[in-house]
């Protein structure tokens, strides 16, 4: 089979677009989770809370203490620091 061969490349374009609707799955995910730390660190902030928070969602209860949240803020920080910028912020760089 030739390395250029239609039928394969059509084929590897197709695998490749699936991976970038994972990867931009697994994208949107992390970012309503960053969202939803982001909201419940701005709650805490605004409210001076020293001990914990508590949270009623629709399910259980979330009680998050504000050790617990700073040490996964400074966690969640430095992972966001490591990663790199998206394509389309990427384009905006490169234009001139």
Known sequence: ??????????NYVKF????????NKIK?????KRDLKEAISGIANSLNLEDSIEINMDGPKKIISRRSHEVTMKKKIRKWKKEPLP??????YTEF
């Open 1 to 10: 089979m030739k390395k250029n061969d239609p039928v394969r490349r059509k």
């Open 87 to 92: 394509a389309d912020a990427m384009d905006e």
């Open 16 to 23: 490749l677009i699936r991976e970038e609707e994972k990867a």
């Open 28 to 32: 949107e995910k992390t970012k309503e």
